[in-house]
């Protein structure tokens, strides 16, 4: 069904463009200007004031209601100032219904709200734009061409660290391993000696081989299955070296010590946490 629903909506954006263009087209060709009455360029000065500060009025209201921001609440009506399709298609069929109600001069109320609409939307799709550049600036969000790298780099190894880990004894048995990894979101874990220094790691394709074998459980012990590897990250890498080796050993998650010299463990380095902070930021969630 949903798939369905963007199928639609990619068809009916695909003529919606064209249909725009020949409305203005043809309206466009029979407006003149000159020969509006007085009370309608009143009409239409009434209809883009009232309009542009309901719309600031509301999107003030609604965003104090909200609890937004005050750079929200103050700018984003200057944003909407743009008119478009439903306007123009009840300007249509309101002049298809009112053809036959005269006004004055021979200008029927149809002809009347088709040129007050083309009227006011040209005003408003000429000044829209420049409200939006106003309001950006004002809101200090212009030339911010942020990327994802940039976030990257400004973020410290630390600061995305998951440091309430589990940490593996190189003398737990795999029943106790298998219990770590269930109840805990990681699939690679550090194993320390005696004096807590990270000897290498565990992960779950490790313990894939034993699933077979449960009666084994209790008296194979982790330094029986260690993976002594000296792939570890350090607490003086950056976020973003820690980040180009995990891809390198095509790892999501890998355990970072303390230094090279002192291993002790101290958390973990997730990749998809790191996502999801850099996603967050992005958006401006702090």
Known sequence: MLKRSKELFALIKSFASPIYVLFFVLVGARLTLNNMP????????????????????GAWIGA????????????????????GGVAIG??????????????????????????GVTATTFIVQIIGPTMVKIA?????????????????TELSLEEVLQKETPIIKETDSVTKLVSYFTESAYFCLPVVDKDNKTIGIITMNDLKQLIASQDTWDWILAKDIIDPTHDLLTKSMSLEDALVTLKQLGREQLPVIESEENPVPIGILDTRVVRKLVNKKMVGIE
């Open 90 to 115: 009840l300007s249509i069929m309101a002049s298809q219904h009112l053809n036959n109600l005269v006004i004055e001069g021979g200008i029927n109320l149809g002809d009347i709200i088709i040129t």
């Open 136 to 152: 950006i600036k004002l809101a200090k969000e212009s030339g911010k061409n942020i990327t994802e790298e940039d976030i990257i």
């Open 38 to 57: 007085g009370f309608l360029w009143i009409i239409v000065g009434l209809y883009v004031f009232f309009r542009s500060a309901g719309k600031m009025l």
């Open 64 to 83: 104090k209601i909200t609890k937004a921001d005050p750079v929200v609440q103050k700018y984003t009506g200057m944003g909407l100032f743009a008119q």
